[in-house]
């Protein structure tokens, strides 16, 4: 099957910078998107990458590396704001450019 | 955002009841989507609507039942649910339905009594 393993939940300090991981199987692999879902909300995009390398989006970028099957969301200056879920999501040919979703990172902001 | 609409954002129903789900997108897009969100799973493609044909079932039980009549409008309807049905349903649209960002509406929270 075509996995998305990201980590379930991670804590980070207000004004400090976190790095979220997404992992997936490199077979067919057609494009990686990144969401924010605060609680109760609907899922709002954030990035696209189908290339290899680093998109910045003011305090907000996402990494790719195609060949290690490897992505990250890099957040800085955290925002109290900031306290969601981050959901990846990975479009394959092969299942006719359905995304397949992981289960989403609860990022949790202190003081 | 007020791109995709959902109506209504709660509901409860009984097991044996027969209700609808609404969903309608204002950004012009030619693809449209059904998800299931329960805690702490990933997301579950229902259904995909390009150009009002129906592309994706992804193995969804026949008592959920999309329509999509115009390219603005989509419907879920429900008949005899389970109270394993319980979840947030999700839509969404896409200017097309290949590698394009979705824009989701905020849900409809389903109790299944």
């Known amino acids: 099957g075509q996995n998305i393993d990201q980590p379930t939940e991670m804590t980070a300090t207000e004004g400090a910078i976190v790095q979220i991981n997404c992992t997936y199987q490199t077979s067919g692999f057609n494009g990686l998107f990144w969401y924010q879902q605060h609680a109760g909300e609907a899922p709002t995009f954030l990035s696209y990458?189908?290339l290899d390398g680093l998109e910045e989006k003011g305090r907000f970028s996402s990494f790719l590396s195609r060949s290690k099957g490897y992505s990250y969301l890099l957040l800085k200056e955290l925002q109290m704001k900031d306290s969601a879920s981050y959901l990846c999501a990975v479009s394959y040919r092969d299942s006719n450019y359905q995304l397949i979703w992981g289960a989403g990172t609860k990022l949790i902001i202190k003081p | 955002e007020t791109g995709v609409t959902q109506t209504p954002r709660h509901l409860v129903m009984g097991m044996t009841n027969k209700k609808s789900l609404k969903c309608e997108q204002h950004?012009?897009?030619?693809?449209m989507y059904w998800y299931k969100q329960s805690a702490k799973k990933p997301l579950e493609l229902m259904f995909v609507?390009?150009?009002?044909?129906?592309?994706e079932n992804n193995s969804v039980p026949s008592r959920f039942s999309p329509e999509c009549p115009n390219s603005s409008h989509l419907f879920l309807h429900l008949h005899t649910l389970q109270p394993e049905d319980s979840a947030l349903y999700l839509c969404a649209s896409s200017r097309d339905r290949d590698n394009q960002p979705q824009h989701f509406g905020d849900g409809t929270r389903l109790s299944i009594l």
């Open positions: 950004l012009g897009h030619n693809a």
């Open positions: 609507y390009n150009f009002k044909e129906q592309t």
């Open positions: 990458n189908v």
